[in-house]
Nanobody, 124 residues
Framework: QVQLVESGGGLVQAGGSLRLSCAAS????????MGWFRQAPGKEREFVAA????????IYADSVKGRLTMSRDNAKNTVYLQMNSLKPEDTAVYYC?????????????????WGQGTQVTVSS
């Protein structure tokens, strides 16, 4: 069992930056691929970014490429999402997810554990 706790969300002006963190419990964190997803009001949850077990490979949604960067520190059991040049359309609840495989995936149905989410609001 893995428990995930997100932090770092908040209110920021357009063009600003935030860094989200997701702390994981458990001794097998380094064998899990991780993902970030988001859900805006009135919309379905969507893929944002994912990273493989080692951090050597990451994938991004087209809407965030070049602005958001996902990374991980296996020694700290933590993944991060650095968010730069934020836009109002980035406003959403951001969820961290863990997948019991080494490789990452964009399909949220492929993830086994989820955090409770953290709110990101970008004002125009």
């Amino acid at each position: 069992q893995v428990q995930l706790v997100e932090s770092g969300g908040g209110l920021v002006q357009a063009g600003g930056s935030l860094r989200l963190s997701c702390a994981a419990s458990g001794r097998t964190f380094s064998s899990y691929a991780m993902g970030w997803f988001r859900q805006a009001p009135g919309k379905e949850r969507e893929f944002v970014a994912a990273i493989n077990w080692s951090g050597g490979s990451s994938i991004y949604a087209d809407s965030v490429k070049g602005r958001l960067t996902m990374s991980r520190d296996n020694a700290k059991n933590t993944v991060y999402l650095q968010m730069n040049s934020l836009k109002p359309e980035d406003t959403a609840v951001y969820y961290c997810a863990a997948r019991k495989y080494y490789s990452s995936n964009i399909d949220q149905a492929r993830y086994d554990y989820w955090g409770q989410g953290t709110q990101v609001t970008v004002s125009s």
